[in-house]
Structure formats: C-alpha cells, structure tokens
T-cell receptor, first 109, second 116 residues
Framework: QKEVEQNSGPLSVPEGAIASLNCTYSDRGSQSFFWYRQYSGKSPELIMS????GDKEDGRFTAQLNKASQYVSLLIRDSQPSDSATYLCAVKAGNMLTFGGGTRLMVKP | DAGVIQSPRHEVTEMGQEVTLRCKPI?????LFWYRQTMMRGLELLIYFNNNVPIDDSGMPEDRFSAKMPNASFSTLKIQPSEPRDSAVYFC??????????????FGQGTRLTVV
C-alpha cells in the first residue's frame, strides 16, 4: 500500500508567522509532488508542484523536496487568516496520484 | 473555460436507490479521475480514464459502483443500490497529458452525497 502521511493538525500559527507543513511518502518511485489547498466545503486547489530535490518558491509559498528522505514540505511565509484551510500533500507515481489525509492550518489574527 | 463541471452539487437519497453522478471534464483533457472524500479515509481514487477508456478501477469499493465515459466530454459514476456508508463527497478531476511529470489535475466542485 503506497502511503502519504501528514499530521492532521490543527496547526495553529499567529498572523504574520511562518507555517510549516510536512509530508512523508512511501513509494520511492514517486516523481511528482503537489500541495493542494482545500477550504471547508470546497474542492482541492493546486498551489504548488515540485519535481526535483531542493526548494521551489512562489510568492509566499515555498515547497521543499528531499527524495532521499522521502519528505516534502510546504512553508507559508507571512501567514494570513485567509490561509486557514486544509493542506493536502499529493504524490504521483506513474499515473497514480495519492493524497495524504491533509493538515488543517489555522492562522489566528 | 468553465473548469470541471459536476452535477448535482448535492444529492440526498434513500438507501437502496440508484444514484448517478455526472462530470464534464475540461475540454481537451484526455484524463478523467473520480475521487471520493470522507473524514475517515480522506481523498481516495476510485477510477480513472484515459481517452475515454477505463485504465484502473482498483479503487472502486465494490460491484455496486460503476463508471462510464461514453465520450470525451461526459462521465458518470453510478451507485446501485446505494448504502449509508456511501455518503461522501465525490470529486471528478481532469488533466491533459497526465502521463508526463509536469501536469496537474483540476478538480470539479464535487457532489455531496447523503444516503439515508
């Protein structure tokens, strides 16, 4: 069973702080890694993708990938209350996209 | 483009009834996925199609579930007979060139199914 693991949270951070979300995966053949944001009652929305080891930055978001450790993370700088949502890590191996259970992030004003 | 369109948005049905969920993928996308989301199990892939052909249905929970894609612009997920444990949010997603690395899947708004 190929697994993607996330801490369910909630992760609570004050407004303006850095939120750090983590994800581990079991399939070493995984090639592509995604972070989706899902607001309550809404559909998942892609916010970051990363394919090679290292960091990838997009605005306030930075995705980090370490294939040797089978670890993916998402940093959100200057967190805003509007960032409060569930963040889903997704890992693609071949044509299969497997999701983690998600981490609920709460940003408090 | 209007994105992936699912209907209905909400469905309440009685146990034993047939339920049909519908999905219109983004025009030009050649991959279509059906996911189910519950609090207990998260997002699970049920089945996916490539060029209207079912490729992997290993996630379909049992024979009560069936999915079809008669053409590139329409897919259905049918549950017959429905049971209370089928209550979940069902998402349809589509993608273009999914086999490549640098592709993403776009999700519809989902159908919230409640079986009473």
């Amino acid at each position: 069973q190929k697994e993607v693991e996330q801490n369910s949270g909630p992760l609570s951070v004050p407004e303006g702080a850095i939120a750090s979300l983590n994800c581990t995966y079991s399939d070493r053949g995984s090639q592509s890694f995604f972070w989706y944001r899902q607001y309550s009652g809404k559909s998942p929305e892609l916010i970051m993708s990363i394919y090679s080891n290292g960091d990838k930055e997009d605005g306030r978001f930075t995705a980090q990938l370490n294939k040797a450790s089978q670890y993916v993370s998402l940093l959100i700088r200057d967190s805003q209350p509007s960032d409060s949502a569930t963040y889903l890590c997704a890992v693609k191996a071949g044509n299969m996209l497997t999701f983690g259970g998600g981490t609920r992030l709460m940003v408090k004003p | 483009d209007a994105g992936v369109i699912q209907s209905p948005r909400h469905e309440v049905t009685e146990m034993g009834q047939e339920v049909t969920l519908r999905c219109k993928p983004i025009s030009g996308h050649d991959y279509l996925f059906w996911y189910r989301q519950t609090m207990m199990r998260g997002l699970e892939l049920l089945i996916y199609f490539n060029n209207n052909v079912p490729i992997d249905d290993s996630g379909m929970p049992e024979d009560r579930f069936s999915a079809k894609m008669p053409n590139a612009s329409f897919s259905t997920l049918k549950i017959q007979p429905s049971e209370p444990r089928d209550s979940a949010v069902y998402f349809c997603a589509s993608s273009s060139g999914w086999g490549g690395m640098n592709t993403e899947a776009f999700f519809g708004q989902g159908t919230r199914l409640t079986v009473v």
